[in-house]
């Protein structure tokens, strides 16, 4: 097969910051996907109606004209958001759900939740008015492995979750284990998974062996290789479950490089590329279309997107750095080939 037509893919959970690095982040995103769910741990996060829309009306300045690109908005979940907020939010249309972020569990989420349990009655608001909840699942105590966050907080909040509310609507964001891919395949129909690229195609020992690797460093962190090939078979399977989100995450070079890294990968320049290559390394390139642009739009109750995108059979070299506004940024899988390219 030379070329692929697939509908125009969405990507169901994607960072893209803000200020100048929309500048970057905006058009990139949008020359691939037609709908992006935009993660709000900004600073300050992004908690209300009001300051989503501020925000998708800053992100469409940057979209290309003549280019079709529908931010939807996910809310951070906080311990002061009331039932009345999530009300508000179902009735708006740019609104898609409140992100659940642990206190402390990654880039920017100091003003995550600290008890689960105290969020009880939003639950029952979203339950109520079928606002999804999409979940960072990890876990953040001290004692706990940081291989072992993403089971330990399944076992301990997302089981106990769906039981109390098994008509909310739950996305366990960017899966990394096969604990995960259990709870989600066990979990009624309302639970579903985004999966990453790297995740897909990548485990620890591409962190860790011959040298610490600070650009393929995220959260949650890669894992063992026998996680990496129960999250592929479940790609793999057509199950309508597991479901695209990148997760692109851009840190400025300067701020991966350091004593300190931030957690991230930057794959929106390659990321339906990415995908591609996960799916022909399997001889399931037959896959791609419904992982990448049909499962998330029915779990989500959008309809699918009516136009399509063609990728070429073609080898090219994900670029070494990308420019911003802010200084180099090394996207994910940089300097390194891939076998499919979106027809630009
Ligand atoms: O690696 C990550 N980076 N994981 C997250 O959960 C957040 C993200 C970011 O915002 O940089
Ligand atoms: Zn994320």
Not at 111 to 119: E, P, Y
Request: glycine share 4%; aromatic share 8%; charged share 20%.
């Amino acid at each position: 097969m030379q070329s692929l037509i697939i509908p125009t893919p969405d990507d169901w959970h994607l960072h893209l910051r803000d200020g100048a690095m929309l500048r970057t982040t905006v058009p990139a995103s949008a020359a691939v996907f037609n709908r992006a769910v935009i993660m709000p741990n900004l600073v300050p996060p992004v908690t209300t109606v009001k300051a989503a829309l501020d925000y998708r009306s800053r992100i469409m300045d940057e979209v290309p004209h003549g280019v079709s690109f529908n931010p939807v908005m996910a809310l951070y979940l906080t311990a002061e958001t009331t039932p009345e907020q999530v009300a508000e939010a179902a009735a708006n249309e740019h609104i898609i759900g409140f992100k659940l972020y642990p206190s402390g569990a990654t880039t920017n989420s100091t003003a995550g939740v600290k008890s689960v349990d105290a969020l009880e009655p939003v639950l029952a608001a979203m339950q109520e008015h079928r606002v999804p909840l999409l979940v960072h699942g990890e876990v953040t105590d001290s004692d706990i492995d940081i291989f072992d966050r993403e089971r330990v907080f399944i076992e301990r909040h997302l089981i106990p979750i769906t039981e109390r509310f098994p008509n909310l609507k739950l996305v366990l964001e960017h899966i990394t284990t096969a604990d995960a891919v259990a709870f989600v395949k066990n979990a009624n129909s309302n639970v579903a998974a985004t999966m990453t690229p790297q995740h897909l195609l990548m485990n620890r020992n591409d962190l860790l062996v011959g040298g610490v690797k600070p650009h393929n460093y995220c959260l949650p962190i890669l894992k063992r290789r026998s996680h990496q090939q129960v999250l592929q078979e479940a790609a793999l399977s057509g199950n309508p479950k597991f479901f695209l989100g990148t997760d692109s995450a851009p840190h400025v070079q300067a701020s991966k490089e350091t004593a300190c890294g931030c957690a991230g990968c930057y794959s929106a320049p390659a990321a339906i590329e990415l995908y591609a290559e996960f799916f022909s390394q399997h001889n399931a390139l037959d896959k791609l279309a419904n992982f990448a642009s049909g499962y998330g739009a029915d779990f989500y109750q959008l309809p699918r997107n009516s136009e399509t995108i063609e990728l070429v059979k073609q080898q090219w070299t994900v670029a070494e750095t990308v420019d911003t506004a802010n200084g180099p940024m090394v996207p994910y899988w940089a300097g390194m080939g891939l076998n499919w390219r979106l027809n630009r």
